[in-house]
């Protein structure tokens, strides 16, 4: 199941797309080799819309664990006026204990759900623009477990973007089916198969979105949550020598890097026993054989379990180092340099961990470390306690170790890999909660919390003019964004702090990174062995 943010978030999307549903024309049939497609034009916006555009093969049968493969040719022409299937959902942990630490010694959806969604600026037929535009790519969060193309209307990003971008929105395989790893997976099969779906889409852009009106040669990445972890994944892939480059840019809101473990290590071992179990695999003689017999439900069912059993606020299947695509752990490839892309933007909010730690359990920020990191030793729980020592309560620490871990201190990671060629922001709106920025980017037709369009204009733009200059300072149009300074690694790094008075007028200021969020974070890169990170 979703969480009820990710739920708000799709239930915005689905309201504005059926109130957009009304103003259609049919678009210009558009030939992408194996399948014409049409789509349609709004009308009221002159923004044309491709909708469930079938990217890869779909992933059932044999092809269930592997590698996305090319679609089948398909005769006539394919009309691509309705959002896509939504890969098989699940949850993230509720269990107050985590079960990796133990055992060491819902609604369904079709698994065919690889498509992709595209908007470009048009006139009123939806004619392509003639000049090719920088062209957006959007990786959906979700925790690798939830999430769908349906949250994120390319309309705005079009509309904010002064209709000088094209946006392509990407579904790929989630939880147990995007993400099974261990020996017997490489063996028979491909491990992070999300990350190759996703990888499979972006090679789709580099050679079709033209005939979209979008430039190959002038694409960004961009994600959310687990969308901006993914991102990471795309700047480490290869060991950061991707052929032929994908992107020129990169973009991450609250860049999220869990547990990412070695494909063999214990942990990914016995998530895949448990999947064995939970389908009646675990005698077969061909363990795989077995598993893409299973049928669809029963599998789902498995996913379902798994992931919400887990440890509470954590997600069980996500990518691991494969020794192919991801070669090594996230925070060695980053601290090496080994990076694609040329430019990176990345935004993190104050309060990243509250919504995934459980606030009515009383704890330690020692003791949460170690039962977050099942790898931790008491030394190790020791200095954590010690480092947040005096950062308010325990609770108050708790979910900083939470929020800085897994969200803040990886961003820092990808900026010091991007020297003299990254921006940062800090998102700061009270609550400030994980995710509470993305309705001033994508709004869906829904006005966000804080409703200033001074600072919705300066926030939104920001990635918009990034997208299209590579630098938030380029203006598509004015703001009252001030001059914003590259981040430098180390100490006295600078950022772009966005923020509110009381009395609800915008605050948008350079900051300084504080000395002491990056002592902790040195911490948490040079204990990345055992948090698998």
Known sequence: M?????????????????????????SPIIDVGY??????????????????VRY????????????????ANEPGVQIATFQPNWCMQSGDGTSPVNPLRQKREAAQAPEDCLFLNVYYPSDAVGTPPKKLLPTLVWIHGGGYLGGAAIGASGEDVVIRGNREVVVVVIQYRLGVFGFLAGTEVKKNGNLNAGLLDQDFALRWVNQHVSKFGGDPAKVTIWGQSAGAGSVLQHVIAHGGKTEPQLFRGAITSSTFLPSQYHYDDYVPEWIFKQVLTQTNCSKASDAMACLRAVDQAVLQTANTNINTAGFYGTFLTVPVVDGTFITQRPTLSLLQGKVNGQALLSTTNVNEGIDFVNQSVKTTAAEYAYDLFPNFRAIESGVVGALYRGLGDDLFQTNLVQGESIFICPTYYLLNAFRGRA?????????????????????????????????????????TSFIVNLDPNKKLAPT?????????????????????????????????????LLERCLFWESVGGLTGQ
């Open 2 to 26: 979703l969480s009820p943010r990710r739920v708000c978030l799709l239930g915005v999307a689905l309201l504005s797309a059926s109130a957009r549903a009304q103003t259609q024309t049919p």
């Open 56 to 71: 890869a093969a779909p992933p059932i049968g044999d092809l269930r664990f592997r590698a996305p493969a090319a679609p």
């Open 480 to 516: 009252i964004l001030p001059k914003w300074n590259h981040y430098s690694d180390g100490l006295g790094g600078t950022e772009m702090l966005f923020n509110k008075t009381e009395d609800g007028k915008p605050v948008i200021k350079q900051v300084k990174t504080g000395l002491k």
């Open 35 to 52: 399948a014409k497609y049409q789509g349609f034009v709004d009308t009221v916006t002159n923004i044309t819309q491709f909708l469930g």
């Open 423 to 463: 921006f940062k922001g800090e998102f700061a709106v009270p609550p400030a909660l994980h995710s509470d920025d993305y309705l001033y980017y994508w709004p869906n037709g829904v006005d966000p919390p804080f409703n200033n369009k001074d600072f919705i204009d300066a926030f939104a733009q920001v990635f």
